[in-house]
């Protein structure tokens, strides 16, 4: 069983930052994959960030320098850590966990929470 449950979003001006964080009340196996995904009005879900069980991370090319993902081990959350906003970055943005590098990439996952919306305008 697992359950994502994300905070963290709001209002931020262009140049900005955030810092979004997902909580599992449910039970991660340390073989799983955490990530993030969003989506924005009009699209599909996208790929944002992953960490694997050893920590190593991977970022879409368009958040690469500006988001950080981060896991705390002991309380079973992950952080994505969200700078220099641009308005492009204007989605819903999903914790997501799956057992499939491959799938979370493609934008979907094994279960994911129910999201927090992240506005990025003047």
């Known amino acids: 069983q697992v359950q994502l449950v994300e905070s963290g979003g709001g209002l931020v001006q262009p140049g900005g930052s955030l810092r979004l964080s997902c909580a599992d009340s449910?039970?991660?196996?340390?073989?799983?994959?955490m990530g993030w995904l969003r989506q924005a009005p009009g699209k599909e879900r996208e790929f944002v960030a992953a960490?694997?069980?050893?920590?190593?991370?991977y970022y879409a090319d368009s958040v690469k320098g500006r988001f950080t993902i981060s896991r705390d081990n002991g309380q079973n959350t992950v952080h994505l850590q969200m700078n220099s906003l641009k308005p492009e970055d204007t989605a819903v943005y999903y914790c997501?966990?799956?057992?499939?590098?491959?799938?979370?990439?493609?934008?979907?996952?094994?279960?994911w929470g129910q999201g927090t919306l992240v506005t990025v305008s003047s």
């Open positions: 997501a966990v799956t057992t499939s590098y491959g799938r979370i990439i493609s934008g979907a996952a094994d279960a």
């Open positions: 449910g039970r991660t196996f340390s073989s799983y994959i």
């Open positions: 960490i694997l069980w050893s920590g190593l991370r």
